[in-house]
């Protein structure tokens, strides 16, 4: 699954918002506006060079393995999940929770926060694969524990409502995975952790995925 860090949209708006501003700075204070012809280029320049710093689009996919994150005309960072020595959970203010991915390079680095839909599940799904790489000791501490899906006792998890969907009746993974959720992860109306798994077990062991629409099984609804 892939999910964009910084779309491109928020880019073209503070490019935008920039220039807007710059050039109502330039045509408002005198004697800026008597050098506009030189003074109007290097501050449009600018203002797109510090988008460019601070908001230029972003692109991550996890297939499992590894996450690749691209960003136009800068060479594609990869950190496989098996380089991977610390996940730490931490709070940033005014922005909400986030957990900090890191590797033995700290260009590669990420940040993902557990409140949005796509990136819990690719939390999860990171969770999982460092159960079975026997990786958990990456971990920091409890509370990324639950946002990683791994359980461990402790208070129940705040990001996860109340009345939670269970994981899929068929296949054990969780909802996220299947067709017809609110995030781009199953594949070909597949569930995603299934396709996943097909792939790595050894031909003869191979089964076919679960395609149950998402929550189809869902009892009635608690009170
Ligand atoms: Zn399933
Ligand atoms: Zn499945």
Redesign the pocket.
């Known amino acids: 699954m892939s999910i964009w860090l910084i779309r491109p949209s928020s880019f073209v708006t503070t490019a935008v918002v920039g220039c807007v501003v710059w050039l109502l700075v330039l045509e408002n204070t005198d004697w800026m506006a008597r050098h506009d012809a030189v003074l109007g280029p290097i501050g449009l320049v600018g203002a797109l060079a510090l988008t460019w710093a601070m908001n230029w689009p972003q692109h991550l996919t996890f297939d499992g393995d590894r996450f690749v994150r691209r960003a136009w005309l800068r060479p594609a960072l990869v950190l496989p999940v098996s380089d991977i020595t610390a996940v730490a959970g931490y709070y940033l203010a005014k922005a909400g929770p986030r957990i900090a991915i890191g590797g033995s390079d700290p260009r590669l680095a990420l940040d993902l926060m557990p409140g949005a839909a796509d990136q819990a599940l690719m939390l999860r799904r990171l969770g999982r694969r460092l159960e079975h790489l026997d990786m958990t000791n990456v971990i920091a501490d409890e509370g990324t524990r639950r946002a990683l899906g791994i359980p461990g006792g402790g208070l129940r998890d705040p990001w996860t409502p109340e009345h939670h969907i269970p994981a ?1 009746p ?4 969780d909802w996220r ?2 067709p017809g959720a609110s995030t781009d992860a199953a594949i070909k109306g597949k ?1 995603a952790e ?1 396709v996943y798994e097909t792939k790595h077990l050894p031909r003869r062991e191979r089964v076919t995925a ?1 395609s ?1 629409e998402a929550g189809s099984w869902q009892g009635p609804a608690v009170t």
């Open positions: 899929c068929a296949c054990g993974h995975e299947h569930c299934c679960c149950a």
